[in-house]
Nanobody, 125 residues
Framework: QVQLVESGGGLVQAGGSLRLSCAAS????????MGWFRQAPMKEREFVAA????????YAADSVKGRFTISRDNAKNTVYLQMNSLKPEDTAVYYC??????????????????WGQGTQVTVSS
């Protein structure tokens, strides 16, 4: 089992930046593909970005391409989400998640096995 703890959320003005971190503990971190998801009030949880086990491949939702970057440091058991040019519509609780197994399901929320507790990101206009 993997335990995930997000940090780095907060309040930022539109156009600003935030960097989210997700620290993992438990099993071998490099055995898991990782993803970031978000959920706004009254909306379903949606995919933001994903990264493969070693970090060589990434995948992002169209809504954040060119603005958000996912990365990981397996030596530190941490995955990051750098968010630039933030917009009010990016306001949500952001969750990191871990996907086990050898097939990378990228943005399929149902394929992720472990979830953090979430961190709030609020972008003011």
């Amino acid at each position: 089992q993997v335990q995930l703890v997000e940090s780095g959320g907060g309040l930022v003005q539109a156009g600003g930046s935030l960097r989210l971190s997700c620290a993992a503990s438990g099993r071998t971190f490099s055995n898991y593909a990782m993803g970031w998801f978000r959920q706004a009030p009254m909306k379903e949880r949606e995919f933001v970005a994903a990264i493969s086990w070693g970090g060589s491949s990434t995948y992002a939702a169209d809504s954040v391409k060119g603005r958000f970057t996912i990365s990981r440091d397996n030596a530190k058991n941490t995955v990051y989400l750098q968010m630039n040019s933030l917009k009010p519509e990016d306001t949500a609780v952001y969750y990191c998640a871990a996907q086990s197994g050898s097939i990378w399901f990228r943005g399929d929320v149902s394929k992720y096995d472990y979830w953090g507790q979430g961190t709030q990101v609020t972008v003011s206009s």
